[in-house]
C-alpha cells in the first residue's frame, strides 16, 4: 500500500524576517534620511552652539573661551531681561486662560446649529491665518489715540473719552494681550468645536431627563471629557508665548521705554544690535529651558505614559 507523505509549508527563519523587513524599511530610511540630518544639524547642532556660546564671553564674533556662568548672573541682574520675564507671565497667563475660555464660547455658540455656522467659523478663524505683524499694525492703528479708537469716540462728541494703553507704561503691555487674544481665540475655538462634535448626543439627552441645567453639563460633564483638547490648545499657546516678538515689534517696538519687552526681543536686540552674543545666547538658553518644561509633560503624558500602559 502506497504511502502519500504531505510536507508542512516551510516557516521561514527569523533571519529572513529580518532581511525582508530590512528590506522593507530600507527605502523609506534612504528618503527620511535627508530631513533627520537637517534635524541634527540645523535643529539640535544650533541649540548646542547656542548653549556653548552662552558659557563664552562672545560680545561681536563667537568666541570659544569658557566665562563660566558670569552671562547668567550678568542677565539675572539686567533690569530690562527682568521686565521682559515679568512681561512673558503676564502676557502668558492672561493670553493662554483668556484664548481658552473666548475660544470655548466661541465653540460652545457655533455648536448651536446657529445660522450661518461656516459663516461664523470663518470670521472666528481668520484672524489666526494673519500674521502676527497684520495682527500688529492693525492693533497698532486701533489702539492709537491719535488715530483710532480714542478718536472715533472724541469725534462722535464724547470729549472726555480716554483710551490711551498703547502709550501708557502701565497699560501697554494689556494692549499686547488684548491684540494675541483676537489673534489666537479663533485656534482655540477649533480645537474645542472638533472635541465638542465628538462627544455622544446621549449625553445631552440623559442630561435634559435628568432635568440637569445646561450650564452644569458644560462644567460636570462636557469639560471633563474635552481634557485633551485643552491641554493640546494650552500647549501650542504656550509655546506662541514664549517666542512671542513679532507682535511686540510691530506694536509697541517694546515701548513704551521696556514696558513692553520681551524675553525674544531681548535676544534679538543683543545678538544683532547690542554685539553682546554671550548675553543674547544665554538668554535664548533660558527661553529654552522654558519651552522643554512646557513641552516635557505633554509629552510624557501623550506618548510616554501611553506605552507604558500598553506594555
Not at 450650564?215 to 517666542?243: E, Q
Request: proline share 5%; with cysteine; hydrophobic share 50%.
Amino acid at each position: 500500500m502506497d504511502t502519500i507523505s504531505i510536507r508542512a509549508p516551510s516557516v521561514p527563519s527569523s533571519g529572513a524576517k529580518v532581511r525582508r523587513s530590512v528590506r522593507t524599511r530600507l527605502p523609506a530610511a534612504f528618503a527620511l534620511l535627508p530631513t533627520a540630518l537637517v534635524v541634527l544639524v540645523v535643529y539640535i547642532g544650533c541649540m548646542l552652539w547656542t548653549v556653548r556660546l552662552s558659557f563664552t564671553s562672545s560680545t561681536l564674533l563667537p568666541k570659544l573661551d569658557w566665562f563660566g556662568f558670569t552671562q547668567y548672573t550678568r542677565l539675572f541682574a539686567n533690569d530690562r531681561f527682568v521686565t521682559s520675564a515679568e512681561n512673558i507671565v503676564i502676557f502668558g497667563a492672561l493670553f493662554i486662560s483668556g484664548c481658552l475660555i473666548i475660544g470655548f464660547l466661541l465653540a460652545v455658540f457655533i455648536e448651536q446649529n446657529v445660522r450661518g455656522e461656516g459663516l461664523f467659523r470663518t470670521v472666528f478663524l481668520y484672524p489666526y491665518a494673519m500674521s502676527f505683524v497684520v495682527t500688529g499694525v492693525a492693533w497698532q492703528w486701533f489702539l492709537n489715540p491719535g488715530l483710532g479708537l480714542q478718536k472715533l469716540v472724541r469725534d462722535m462728541g464724547f470729549e472726555s473719552f480716554t483710551f490711551d494703553w498703547l502709550v501708557n507704561q502701565r497699560m501697554a503691555i494689556y494692549t499686547i494681550v488684548i491684540a494675541g487674544l483676537w489673534h489666537g481665540s479663533g485656534l482655540t475655538m477649533a480645537i474645542m468645536l472638533a472635541g465638542l462634535r465628538g462627544i455622544d448626543k446621549d449625553l445631552w439627552k440623559a442630561a435634559k431627563i435628568d432635568g440637569i441645567p445646561t450650564w452644569r453639563v458644560y462644567t460636570s460633564v462636557v469639560l471633563p471629557l474635552l481634557r485633551p483638547m485643552v491641554v493640546t490648545a494650552t500647549v501650542l499657546l504656550a509655546t506662541g508665548v514664549v517666542k512671542l516678538y513679532d507682535l511686540v515689534v510691530a506694536m509697541t517696538l517694546g515701548g513704551p521705554g521696556i514696558a513692553t519687552e520681551v524675553p525674544a526681543k531681548f535676544v534679538m536686540d543683543h545678538l544683532f544690535e547690542r554685539n553682546n552674543i554671550g548675553l543674547g545666547t544665554a538668554a535664548a538658553t533660558i527661553m529654552l529651558i522654558t519651552v522643554v518644561s512646557v513641552l516635557a509633560p505633554w509629552v510624557y503624558t501623550r506618548y510616554v505614559r501611553p506605552q507604558g500602559r500598553h506594555a
